[in-house]
């Protein structure tokens, strides 16, 4: 009795499915977001502004937090012509990698890009094509808390040096107070892209350069690169946790947000997480540029952020390239920006009253957002990950001590020299 | 019809019986050679290939050189990486002990758990547990429990005074793969424990009561005993899980990330087949990676001298 009733369930489950997949002009598409802080929420509200005006709907899709499981993630997607994904959220040093993917945002554009700064636009041209367009830039930044460091009477430091002492005084005169979890300085030290990043900073402020130059040529072998990872083994354990070998941004950011360290780098996105409502040491937190390497060292900052690029296996790239310029448009850019610190990728919003009140550094530190070094993915193209990967690999050994620095920069430099052998 | 089959079946019944064994088997063959044959052939085929994940239809046919080229008096290619022997020997030293301290839990679990006592059921239901929970959902929970700032483990061994301060277990690189193994021992030794405890159920009674009257103790009665009889149960579990951890990857990749120190075969080919897009060179390592396992089971039952045909009509 019951087997005669299937067909009919089946027959009224297909028409279901079929009547829900077309019913109407509306079109569904699927967007890939970061969850780094409040980005996935900025993401959701931003995309869904964005469906009520143009009756579309969109779904949001959110991937993994370290940058690296995000490309795999992605390449694995892209490399099916997977059509699940129409707009994917890119890292400032993946368009040479994923270029082939994307479609060109040039007809969708409308002179927009002529807004965004043009470094930005120009790293996500390739071949002539505008493959992504900009959603936010970011820069390193030093995070401190102000109130301990006046209550030890130290200064803002100047100096990686001057960091290192000023943590190493905290660190000890509250821990002999009963602050037993207190740290110094906490950052990105997971063997991932972010380790890339921190290093490299650690590395062009002591004007060790940027692991391989714009030529091509690998720079990374150079005393002031050795005297950088050399001050840097000293940090952990002495006033970085251990754990720090495998923070990445959330790890490090929950460490400081929760009162347990004196610095911390990070990006610009932790300032409005630090003085929200639920934070620990709101207003307790102040920003400012990484510090020097020595006397004769600059502040650095490694230039990161984010872009949005359509999928040429997408089955609506109109709506998707719509959507697209609506979320990297100058209100949603305004709008990420004072509610959750996501640096505009638009001059003029530097200068603009909301922006700079909810986040005063912005404007001190413009020429860090501004001149931030970028990592050598163009120069390097399809290699970058792997040298990515033998950096990071080899500033991670000298972090735990496993090697001295200018041992593991001497075998990381003929490393590169394999991978290289037929240019880059 | 069916006078005639009938009659060539009574002639040859043994042929019959053949051609009826392949006639069942044939889906399974079939199903094999797309699921599992087809991929190993592309791997393979793509391992002499210069191929990329971007556009996996153009590549050119390089020979052996994903495995080892020699080239301006230099050597390259998977054979010559250091990275990649570190990784074999991560894998073989992590398979040897994580499948050797899985036995011995594995064995002491399914003895407890073959003696009568009230509740014994729930027990065992509740001993299956960590069996359940998918790998990637342990590591995740492993690790929280790990942290080094906000873990459970050091709070729970500080408060017993076993340590002074929190040890970064999956940060440092004396203690990731430790930690890494004990989550994989505490995941798998209910499924050793299983298999064990189905078999110890098999065991012929009348040779432990004969040890009795003999006056056998209870080890000895173990050693001289339950142990020559488990042999088969053993072996079998141990290529089970010898095959799971050699090929370990979820684990490792989601408590110590991508980490030179603890990075095991599977995760080294997964790096140079996505993260570096060279699916020629991950698929060598993959290749290779097949080889090794392939030959560590054939190696394994040969000492093992397991016969599964004894077995299977014993």
Request: aromatic share 10%.
């Amino acid at each position: 009795m019951e087997w005669k009733r299937l067909p009919l369930c089946f027959a009224l489950f297909a028409g279901l499915a079929f009547g829900t997949t077309t019913h109407g002009e509306a079109t569904d598409i699927a967007i890939s977001c970061g969850a780094v802080g409040q980005e996935l929420e900025l993401c959701r509200t931003g995309a869904e502004a964005w469906a009520k005006t143009t009756g579309n709907t969109v779904k949001v899709v959110s991937s993994p937090n370290s940058a690296t499981e995000r490309l795999a993630l992605y390449q694995q997607l892209l490399a099916g012509g997977a059509s699940d994904i129409d707009v994917f959220q890119l890292d400032v040093v993946w368009p040479g990698i994923l270029a082939s993917h994307f479609i060109d945002l040039k007809p969708y554009s409308k002179g927009q890009e002529a807004e965004h700064f043009k470094s930005i636009i120009d790293n996500n041209t390739v071949d002539g094509k505008l493959i992504a367009m900009p959603l936010f830039t970011d820069a390193g930044v030093l995070y401190y808390r102000k109130d301990l460091l006046d209550k030890h009477g130290i200064k803002v430091p100047e100096t990686w040096e001057d960091m290192t002492k000023a943590a190493e005084t905290v660190q000890k005169a509250e821990r002999d107070a009963g602050n037993s979890s207190l740290w110094g300085f906490v950052f990105q030290g997971r063997a991932y892209e972010g380790l890339t990043v921190n290093a490299l900073e650690w590395i062009d402020s002591f004007g060790g350069g940027t692991i391989v130059d714009a030529e091509g040529a690998i720079t990374v072998n150079n005393p002031k690169a050795q005297a950088a990872l050399a001050l840097t083994q000293q940090w952990v354990k002495r006033i970085a946790p251990e754990g720090v070998l495998n923070y990445a941004e959330e790890e490090a950011r929950g460490v400081f947000q929760s009162g347990n360290a004196v610095f911390m780098r990070n990006w610009p996105y932790a300032w409005a997480l630090a003085n929200g409502q639920d934070s620990p040491v709101r207003g307790k937190v102040g920003v400012t540029a990484l510090p020097r390497g020595g006397d004769g060292g600059k502040h650095s900052g490694v230039l990161g952020g984010w872009n949005l690029a359509v999928s040429r296996y997408s089955k609506h790239q109109k709506e998707a390239a719509d959507l697209a310029m609506f979320l990297t448009g100058r209100e949603e850019q305004k709008r990420r920006a004072v509610i959750a610190s996501y640096n505009p990728t638009m001059p003029t919003l530097y200068e603009d009253a909301e922006v700079l009140k909810a986040n005063p550094f912005f404007k001190t530190l413009y020429s860090t957002f501004t001149n931030a070094v970028a990592r050598p993915s163009r120069v390097t193209g399809q290699n970058y990950n792997r040298v990515s990967y033998a950096f990071w690999g080899a500033v991670h050994e000298v972090l735990s001590g496993q090697s001295e620095a200018s041992p593991a920069l001497a075998r990381l430099e003929s490393e590169l020299k394999r991978m290289s052998r037929r240019g880059w | 019809m069916g006078l005639t089959s009938m009659a060539s079946a009574s002639a040859d019944p043994g042929r019959a019986r053949v051609r009826t064994a392949w006639m069942f088997l044939a889906p399974t063959l079939i199903a094999l050679a797309v699921v599992a044959g087809w991929p190993l052939a592309r791997t393979i085929w793509f391992s002499f290939t210069d191929a990329r994940l971007d556009d996996l239809t153009r590549y050119g046919f390089v020979g052996l050189d994903n495995y080892l080229a020699f080239d301006d008096g230099e050597w390259f290619g998977v054979l010559a990486e250091p990275d990649w022997w570190n990784a074999v020997s991560v894998t073989l030293w992590f398979t040897v002990v994580s499948v050797s301290l899985e036995v011995v839990f594995g064995l002491a679990v399914a003895l407890a758990l073959n003696v009568r006592f009230p509740l014994r059921g729930v027990v065992r239901a509740a001993i299956l547990v960590p069996w359940a929970i998918p790998t990637v959902v342990s590591a995740k929970m492993w690790a929280w429990m790990l942290n080094d700032q906000f873990g459970v483990i050091n709070y729970v061994l500080m408060g017993f005074g076993v340590i002074t301060t929190p040890v970064a277990w999956t940060a440092s690189a004396d203690t990731a793969l430790w930690a890494v193994l004990i989550v994989d021992v505490w995941k798998s030794t209910p499924f050793m424990a299983l298999l064990f405890l189905a078999a110890l159920q098999m065991l012929p009674q009348d040779c432990y009561e004969a040890a009795k009257v003999d006056g056998v103790g209870p080890v000895r009665a173990l050693i001289h005993i339950t142990l020559p009889l488990l042999r088969p149960a053993i072996i079998t579990a141990v290529i089970f899980r010898a095959l799971d951890a050699l090929r370990i990857f979820d684990l490792i990749y989601v408590l110590t990330s991508n980490a030179r120190s603890t990075m095991s075969m599977s995760i080294y080919a997964r790096q140079q087949l996505v993260d570096f897009q060279d699916v020629g060179y991950g698929s060598a390592a993959s290749t290779l990676l097949f080889l090794i396992i392939a030959m560590i089971t054939i190696s394994v039952i040969a000492l093992g001298r397991l016969d599964f045909d004894k077995g299977a009509t014993r």
